[in-house]
């Protein structure tokens, strides 16, 4: 099981810390962009990030998360773990950056030891200047481990397919009452 806290903290197993918040992205990882229609007007934009940024939409897609704070923000530990019994994989992350403004909510983490790939995630709702509400990842990431090495493609594949499947959550959870 991964600590969340303590005293010796884990670094991030990657050097570009943050590279999510801007482009392009690094160079030798695999990038991953991918968006989704949640809706329209600033309802569903409030409760798509609500539900975004305390881990709902995770949660509501299958994962598996610890993590030690409710509101995500900066150097909060998360462990978010996908499938089931002894073929869960945990995945330790930090929170490496967080916005909350009114057209833009969300967070990015980035890996650390023991997760099985290396790079960075962000996840963020968009609110349009004509009241379309997107929810958009941005990721580069590349194996760290055997199995993610041994899988090859089907890891940006299985990548491709939790985005879309967030997206989704995200939807419902958002979705006028």
Do not use: K, N
């Amino acid at each position: 099981m991964t600590r969340l806290s303590g005293a010796a903290r884990p670094a991030l197993t990657y050097p570009e810390r943050g590279a999510t918040a801007s482009l392009p992205l690094p160079e030798r990882y695999h990038h991953l962009r991918h968006r989704t229609r949640l809706g329209r007007g600033r309802a569903v934009f409030e409760a798509a990030g609500a539900a975004l940024t305390t881990f709902g939409a995770h949660r509501a897609a299958g994962a598996a998360v610890r993590c030690g704070h409710g509101a995500v923000r900066p150097g909060s530990r998360v462990a978010v773990g996908l499938g089931w019994g002894p073929l869960r994989i945990e995945a330790p992350c930090e929170v490496v950056w967080t916005v909350y403004e009114p057209a833009r909510t969300g967070f990015a983490y980035g890996t650390l030891a023991g997760h099985p790939e290396e790079g960075e995630e962000s996840f963020l709702v968009l609110l349009d200047r004509d009241g379309s509400v997107w929810f958009e990842v941005t990721a580069f990431s590349r194996p760290a481990r055997w199995y993610t090495r041994a899988a090859g493609p089907l890891v940006p594949l299985f990548q491709r397919c939790y985005a879309r499947r967030l997206g989704r959550a995200l939807r419902r959870l958002a979705a006028p009452a």
